[in-house]
């Protein structure tokens, strides 16, 4: 992309979920997507948050990506000060991330958050589905898409090759 | 009690939470335990819970108890905003109140909850678990305390007594 | 909205599904944006839903919204034959719709889905998101959005306007 | 058994899935049924899936064995392009194999899978299964069948042997 | 079909089961599958299922369908006494047929059931299910199970004229 | 039996509970063995429920059988007050009784509690586990509970009458 | 106690399970109750569960404890074959013991199982129970277990006065 | 505080959950509220249980805290006996601790447990909202409750420095 300024908002509740909200900004690199990556607690830190969601559209923002764990609550409320779409990745937790699953994704109506799979692979889902959010304004990026699903059904063949075997 | 200021707020995400809210509202009122009640979103309505929640102690209130239902965020959002207690009520949901109950009680460190039962059971004894703690600076509630608590063991006896048979 | 040809579709793996899916077209409906809507299934018509998710594109769709219930992979399916962004539904099944929250939310890295709640809440999400995502490439309905926003807090102090009182 | 062309398809949906899925091509080897394995992705390779399933019994393939883990569609999908038999085997995830439980058992009527237990325990029993109904048309397989019941009876008495004691 | 006598034996646990149970029976019908249906239980009646399960081969019984719920134990009672394939129904319980569907997918290696879905969807695919592994041996079943699948996708067509608008 | 004191003490957390636990009652009366229906709460008559599991004994009760719903923790509560064996019933609850039947039978290592099913078949269950208990003691209950196990495999051979048919 | 024969049969599915049986073992030692162990499974060996289930009380058995995991039938099985009290451990399992213990408690009316604890609590557990019916009838272990609720307590007191400290 | 007597309990059922409840005191000591620490178990030692929360106010404790696992009665059984606000948290188990939780959180109406999460998290936030409940009769915790809340969100920041990057 051309796009210099971040147009993906990667926020975490944490520090420590780094590692796992990695993979979202791996995807977007691969993408060329320039980024911002950031920590920010609904809960330790709501003035923060509030103020990151509201002013993320002036800056340039044009979708959020927001993870958290437990009783999840970062996605939704940066969705309640955004109109942006906001994706929200569950983190994993002592209950297996399925009370972060169960936070994000049972957002009551007229505050939608996009929830995507409990941890590693939903943060690499979150990069994509930015990235497909992203190509309908940015159509340049509509190709890479396609290029990337063509890769995808590849590596499966190319797995295939190696497991294949009759007996 | 003496004071006529509201000491609790009951704030709930709907006001089709009212009948089930309502239960912590008349338990309060047989304590005699001033209180107010309204109606505040954490994600459609995120300012004017933030306010709240911020304001709720200069205005002499002294517990909070917030009800919710789905991905529940009242709570953790309100006690993101103040430090006193805040007691969670896990509305009923298409999911039986489970999602409910995890959005509420697995607040991560930082930002408790005290989180009741999912319900009725658990708005009325979020009406309870307030006068049990606002009764620590205003002892005259023990009193009422120690009645109510010797009145559930006397009705048990009662409803024993028209139960009790032997073969 | 000017453009008259639809930009969202909507789609269903069965036709007891529309009073549900409804609630996504309503929305729809309110911001102005054209959509079809259809019925498909992953499983019963595996080959319709693939032309479908690979001629959607082309026709001019730019957002696919699938609700589907149980085994749940009407989303998961069209995601795989496009790389429009896919919102799916989870609809309520003997099981609560947790299985169908679970079959939709999971998917494994390389293919995302945009999961929203269980049941009505989730269609009108997903309607909502939908039209989020859409703004990004079509501005003008962020005015709509922030409209709405700001109705959706309106409507919250109205609720509390009727709701409130001091004991 | 005479026939030398594989009679059961093993196919999971990531080649990382191949140490779990071989229980099944173990149980298979035992019984001399001749086999294919092959990986083969709902989502990642839907079109190479769908052919792969319409396929299968063209080429003599008579049950079909599909492993998949999470939002687990796979099964699903070629049972979506296939009147043959699908067995599913829901594969091991951060939910414990919950998700893939219900992605795959929970089929809306019409289109059929069947399912068995999560992880190593539910692949050797599709391979079991397999042969199960394959001895139906292959008669000569139902003696192994019952030797095979035999041995199960007889191991258990053996263990019984080693553990067996009065205090 | 030809044959004449029951190749599908339906059974229950309890003649309260019946209502769902006959979904199976009419698809066989529809098939032209000749079936037995009957009542047995693994815990009230275990002899009565144990003789059953070890006879039905004998008497010309090639696929055994059993539907239970709670402790669902007897799909796989009847797979511990049998080498034919043993379908198993869950059916709906206090707990929504989720212990049911535990109790049918969870068997341990050895001793395989093919779980179908909970309730109604399920007894419909276990029927279908039957009539799917009864086509290896009995070809002349391949043609209807075609046609049926020709029909499912015929009657999303049907379904998706009546629905299909653009707005 | 030619005892007349009461051998069993049926014991519930709420007069609600009645209806349900009148089952285990029905049960004990059909083999004619004397028992006591009593109300007590673990919380709200916690003296009134250690003073009944204390004295259970001495006034000749030989099984206890209790039932509660939600946070179930009057049988946990009674085997902590008793040797005798105390059987839990999990009775309904918001949550279907899954917190009910957690709560009861997860007790930890030293005081077991012996858990039933939830609800109806539950209650029916414990009145049934306390004649087999009781028939240690008691030989004559013996043959009553063969005589017993004779009619549930004689009732199902009637109910197999009325269902059984071929195609 | 005097009498040398086993009175109590702990039975597992799979000497795997062994270790953890021990528990129940062990238990049963330490009250000087004679017992046997054994493996059997009621799904790999159903007819040696089922002869030694109804031979079980002719041998002298006066409970039976089966420790089983996932599909667990074992317990409902041998109850199903035996007026003797069952006593039923759920074993941990790929699902953490849920289904084990809803396979094993959800027992519907007719044929009750006494179950306890998920895993080693669960083991110790079970000793523990058998004991208690047992001391129905053999009045001296009474006195056991009444020194060993005594040890219980005291065992806390001793853990509380290595722990307990005031800031 | 100038109080040097213990105003908090902190309470666990068994020794071995000392390192998690260690976090409840850690909070306390930085808070200088002054606590006792000890164990006690609702089965285990009933008496010394029921005497100490019934004392637990007469020897100026004004807040319990009360953790335990699995059927997880301690928080319950000790507010049974005593009007002071009683905290429970809910520690790991086999099951993850959802046991744990919903013995603690489903109390009936009229005997409220505040409750916190699972585990680690919980523990702390069972000290923090002790202090919070503490500081409305002991209004100097105020303060320190304010330069905490402060101090979380300056701790997020100082994360989100060490995070913060723009791609």
């Known amino acids: ?99 972060s699953l169960l936070s994000i994704a049972q957002m009551s109506a007229g505050v939608p958050v996009a929830t995507v799979a409990i941890g590693n692979a939903g943060a690499r889902n979150a990069g994509l589905l930015a990235v497909q959010i992203l190509s309908g304004k940015h159509g340049e990026l509509k190709k890479s898409l396609l290029n990337y699903k063509a890769s995808l059904a590849k590596k499966v063949e190319e797995q295939a090759k190696k497991v294949e075997r009759k007996s």
């Open 1 to 99: 992309m051309k796009i210099k300024k971040p147009l993906v908002a990667i926020v975490m509740g944490s520090a420590s979920d780094l590692p796992i909200m990695e993979e979202a900004a791996r995807v977007l690199s691969n993408f060329k997507v320039p980024y911002e990556i950031t920590v920010s607690s609904a809960h330790r830190s709501p003035q923060r948050t509030a103020d990151y969601a509201q002013n993320a559209s002036t800056r340039g923002i044009e979708v959020i990506i927001a993870g958290a764990g437990g009783a999840a609550h970062l996605a939704g409320v940066m969705a309640a000060h955004t109109i942006l779409p906001v994706i929200g990745v569950p983190l994993e937790s002592p209950l297996m991330g399925l009370d």
